[in-house]
């Protein structure tokens, strides 16, 4: 049987809904530059920056410990969805299954991010990713500073 695991969390933006969307569907190599005390590097690992399908390795840093990311992405341009699927490193570790998804849903004036972590654990002892949701939100928050500045 299947032990899921589903964390949440919504982040109010100061940029607008489509420089967002565009950074984290086709401009995440500049993560680094708005998080690098987080984010050390993003590297395309098959395929290219643009493509859904594509993968990615991040190496960052999370509650001081040094881990990678390889990452399968997902993009839906109709609901500015950029859905990032765990392919393998240190994530899968802990869980069978990692999904991060983010989605930009624009509003009157401004606009929300919806972020949410789905995962399959690998044992009922494996908790919840609370730790890589809070990391999410802290680097979501320097990306959104980051082009605030630019504009």
Not at 17 to 42: C, V
Request: proline share 4%; charged share 30%; net charge negative.
């Amino acid at each position: 049987m299947a032990i899921e695991g589903k964390v949440e969390a919504e982040l109010e933006l100061k940029s607008t809904p489509d420089m967002y969307f565009k950074r984290l569907k086709s401009e995440i190599h500049h993560a680094p530059n708005a998080s690098s005390d987080k984010n050390h590097a993003i590297e395309v690992h098959e395929g290219d920056w643009e493509t859904p399908g594509s993968v990615k390795l991040w190496t960052y840093t999370i509650d001081g410990r040094k881990e990678t990311f390889k990452e399968k992405i997902e993009v839906d341009d109709q609901t500015m969805t950029v859905t990032m699927v765990a392919v393998g490193d240190h994530v899968l570790d802990r869980y069978k299954n990692y999904k991060l998804c983010v989605q930009i849903v624009p509003q009157e004036n401004r606009a929300v991010a919806k972020i949410s972590i789905t995962v399959e654990k690998n044992d009922a002892d494996v908790p919840d990713p609370h730790d890589y949701l809070q990391h999410v939100i802290s680097v979501a928050k320097d990306i959104d500073e980051h082009l605030v500045a630019q504009s």
